[in-house]
């Protein structure tokens, strides 16, 4: 069983940045895909970013330029940096991590990012 912790979430003015970390309980990012997802009340889950076991990064055209995930594998955490904030990007925001070959996928319970002045 995996577990995956998030924090690094807040308030923030339109423009700035904010940081989010996953830390998961196992060493699991040599052989599970660690992705962002973030989620409006009444919205589907929506994709951020992904990144893979080999370390390929890919992002939906709203975040490109702005959103950068890694990854600190001494230290099992996936990390999602976000600048350039706009109030559209208010939601929660999930990690999540899925094996490669078995496709066992785990989630972490969100923390809140709210873009306001």
């Known amino acids: 069983q995996v577990q995956l912790v998030e924090s690094g979430g807040g308030l923030v003015q339109p423009g700035g940045s904010l940081r989010l970390s996953c830390a998961a309980s196992?060493?699991?990012?040599?052989?599970?895909?660690g992705r962002w997802y973030r989620q409006v009340p009444g919205n589907q889950r929506e994709w951020v970013a992904t990144i893979t076991t080999g370390g390929s990064t890919d992002y939906p055209d709203s975040v490109k330029g702005r959103f950068t995930i890694s990854r600190d594998g001494a230290k099992n955490t996936l990390y999602l940096q976000m600048n350039s904030l706009k109030p559209e990007d208010t939601a929660v925001y999930y990690c999540?991590?899925?094996?490669?070959?078995?496709?066992?996928?785990?989630w972490g319970q969100g923390t809140q990012v709210t873009v306001s002045s």
């Open positions: 999540n991590a899925q094996h490669t070959w078995t496709r066992s996928s785990y």
């Open positions: 196992h060493n699991i990012f040599s052989t599970y895909n």
